[in-house]
């Protein structure tokens, strides 16, 4: 699209959310639609595609086994990626991490790790030796706004395909027996990200929305409605007010997605 | 390519997925799939499961790397981490920048590199799965995500692996027949010239075999055409539905 | 966070460094204490030692990397190898690079960017010793580097952080309460317009905590903005005295 | 020279090619006078220069004990790398290995992978635990056209090259014997490249040649006539016939040159 | 400043230095003031903050565990790095280190480790298995010239103040006991740097020196009067007198700051 | 410079490869050996093996790194996997990037950088093997491969080690020497104008031994031009020969 045309989206995009309206449709605190097919990878352990309107996402779970860190010897280790792979926006260069993956990588990993939406206890081969390495590799395929929502619900929907092979400890070795188990994963973090336009917050902005905002900001909300990881993102600011609004509406929208999907 | 002793064609001369030695894994090709390319398509060849985008022709940085009389092709080859059984660093490996170069090679005998001097066009190829010959079929799904972009091409180019296992000459191999065969033998074709534009082999053949595996990975890049031309098609078609 | 059976708060409600809930550490600001760079300042905040500068409004270099209409700001937040109990490897870490993006973030709705097109700013943070809570620490100081550089500025930027210990919302977390406390609150706050500029939180918190956190972290933001109007004060006196 | 020489050399060298001539006065397969000095780096376990004309290429080998691939723990482990260093061409940038050394190597590496001319299971140390790692290094000193055939020549001369320290095992540990034994080499797999040019194809093209070739072919071929390794490069295209031609020429060259070089 | 005003300076200096004067009143062999203070940053095992002028230097000494170099199996590491971090020069960059920044570290390494000054059989916990790696880490936080001599006395003055924490092997293994012990320096090694401006020679040359300088020399002396380390830097030379007359120098003027600094 | 028991000069004062303390080893020089390179050298020193080629003067890119009024000299010092007993990784260590620096230092008095503004000269040395005291030959073939590519320069730059071994002060120190010995001092001169260009030593001197060794690496020096001059005149024979 010309640079004009662009302007001139953006500014009736800014102009309705003025009047509590979206150019494509939405409410304000609307999702777009949202697709979730889980275990189209089967060589990874778990696996989902995540479609949030035009967004496309998805998470890959492998299982290593590894050390434990030093102060957590019991427990299993959770390593979240994020590629911005370049096929899914002309803004993607191919390289390692920038700061825009690792930030999203990082928001992702804290949803999952404060809510303690994984038993890693459970995932202790040896204590203080050899436990076990879940890897979530989250996939950027189609960049249209908000990837942070899409990649939390695409890594929650990887872990809980996740499945691992069972084994036994032989002579202080691992040895993978039949069957599967699955990852105990007790807790459903979801990220709510809420863009600021014209001083107004709308809930999961596509691209066109990120383009013209202010700031954005994420809450990421547990089972039990507790707030479990927030993140401000953007040159903009929030007033207090807007913040404890947005983790009202972010809590209410988390218990109808946990519901919507059945989690 | 190391031989072991386990049998990879069983007694009625079926390969361990149940596969003639002429026979194609199920292909399933869509195109366009991606909304922010400028063109994309995706191909699952059996348990394979990959993506391709183009972005371009565009502007070049930096500038000097640009060319006064035709277009910059650029090609990576990526997998994903979870794309294979052990879990693969996202950094580029020596194999993928070895891939990308021999992907671009193929696929730039078909495109009119001289219409958009002084521009660059990106190929991005995506793994989500791979399950042997990955190669070619990046290649299939890399030429119609250039037709996608509308890129002025020669012809479409079209890639199938032959190999040798258990002394048989077999189409399009597997993971498996990869890594234990006897040799693999990647072939990528432009049906409309009769030319191939990239080959490789590793393993041990003779001349005859080796020509006889040219010429029966020629076959499968033959019948995959069909399947190619068929999801430009589907996309052209469904595009006019939606305009009208 | 992970919680541990370690006793974060004493019976008589006081934290393991014999503060009250709602006590700031200790305070010492300083700025312009770099000779080279275009402004400067230093924090000790409890155990907290840390550096910043900046540098410009510069040219940009590569030059297609500037903005016509805007300035770019830059900013690297550091942590020295000596700073932490283990020796960090002087290579930015994710969790640095991560940190650099949300305080640059943080800084820059203070600053009137347009007013110097197509140039840069860097500010650099160099955490010499980490005590917990250095990113606010590090906000604190850049803003004052940046004022000090002589930046308009529309206000100066604070921060604090608050969160939660043995079920007490607490202000100014130090190094072991940020580690085995329950929740991590940090929050940067420009006083004369009354908004949030950075805000990320890890652990549990219900909405009041949530909400009673933030209005504490803003309290702490307050007082500190004073110790840095001072601090501004003291060095715009010392180099009136030095030039008369 | 100037681009207007250097265009009118061009022309001259494809107008030859035509009538089945080289501007060098070579036919159209034959090579150009190949040099090899054996065992001149004595700090290295095997050593070769090769001139092929202009071309000069070195290769070291050096053996390490390591860890066996965890498929094959009764097999020693052969990598190669290969370094365009800068002193060799003006083309050349010192940095980390770009595509054209990554594919010299892995192409140098596959024929002496693929033709088992090591045999791999006699550097076996320790099955699954220690092996020998044997490194070849190739290193291009000065680029004047076909690097591939030169360094597969400097690889296998240096590995013929190749002596081993004699070792005994002593409570798990290898210990050094005064005494060598030879690396056990059994294959010679001698790479041919052709070079396609107006059409048809010359072997062992010089730089002048692969300037403005449309692509290459290289054939590796091994002591029994069979073939173990291709590789096509550059962006044009040969037709079934060209191929199977040249695997026959590659092998009638490769026989010639064993024999040649008393392999 | 102006390039104009910079040249006048320069031109300045230059002709003083001809008269024996320097531009802020010091004599040729006349070091600035130094401020030295130790134990600033607790959280490391010893640290210290130089100020040579305006020159400021920190340097933070961490030890760890870690294995010996195999030819020196019963011998502690020694790991010296520094960092022209961005806040002390509009010409450094952040980044990987650049020959600048490892040239300090290895000069500041060299003096340290040719002089012997720590004692690192003291560093031995097993031999030829672990011992004790001493990583001194320094950080160049204002750049006002000369910043070897700064950084090798920051280095030292880090060392003198290092403490160990007490341990014992039990199992093998490393356990820390209440106490600690200091780290056995025996030696103090001090760089003593000139720069050669107008064939004239003078000692620690601030920023606008170094700018007008043709090359440095650092000789790096240790207590016994003894040369320990040397380097010439920059793009000029010096006449062997000129050195001889330099290491002389470097000989008194590294006693007196010994003695000055009480070390 | 780890002081061991072994015995590095003999009852007769003869070293470990019988040389005298003040002789050096035999050395090899020819130029102009690579046709690519616009001007080489090779040396051999003992077993050290070095190659130097000079590129240029040439265009810089990014132009923004070129001099008005000089041009950039950088170098190269590089090592072969295999030029020592340890495979060493091809990536450039901190000593190969310390020694590219001051090589280039100890070159580029020699060189009149104002004849060629704007321009910049590439100096590539490759240690093929290394036996000690690498640095100083390859400033001798790096000045002979300057003055190969026509590059004007006010003298030919040679390098050559002394040391301290076994309380004796030797020339020319080979690996075992540099290794055990207590001191080693490279020395680069410009024998025209008397002047040293490169110096550096590790290891423990007394004032009187420290004179004494660069002393007598000057005399090697010295030497070692003869030896330069009649490679280059060699060189210029040979293809006066040719092109007669």
Redesign the interface.
Known sequence: MSTIVVRVKQKQIAQLIDKGKRLDGRGLNDYREIKIEQGIIEKAEGSARVLLGKTEVMAGVKIETGEPFPDTPNEGVLTVNAELVPLASPTFEPGPPDENSIELARVVDRGIRESKAIDTEKLCIEPGKKVFVVFVDVYVLNHDGNLIDASALAALAALLNTKMTNYEIEDGEVKFKPGYTELPVRKHPIAVTFAKINDKLVVDPWLDEEQIMDARITITVDDDGNICAVQKGGSGYFTPKQIFDAAQIAREKADELRKKLGW | ??QKTEKLIDKKGLRLDGRKPDELRPIKIEVGI????DG?AYIEQG?N?I???V?GP?EL??K?MALPDRMV?RC?Y?M????????KS??PS??E??L???I??AI??AIFVEYYPRTAI?V?V?V????GSTRCASITAASLALADAGIPMRDLVVACSAGKVDDTIVLDLMDTEDKVGSAD?PVAF?PN???????????????EE??NA??LA?EGCKKIYTLQKEALRAKYISVKEVEE
């Open positions: 390519m190391s991606l909304s922010n390319a994309s348990k499961k993506l391709a985008a972005y565009k940085h930096p000097h092709l990576r990526h994903a981490p979870f794309s294979v059984q052990e879990r996202p950094a020596r194999r920048i070895e990308s170069k021999v671009r090679e730039e005998p990106d991005f995506e989500l799965q791979a399950d033998v432009m010239l009769g030319v191939v534009t990239l080959l490789q082999m590793d393993g041990i053949l003779t001349q080796f020509e040219i010429n020629i």
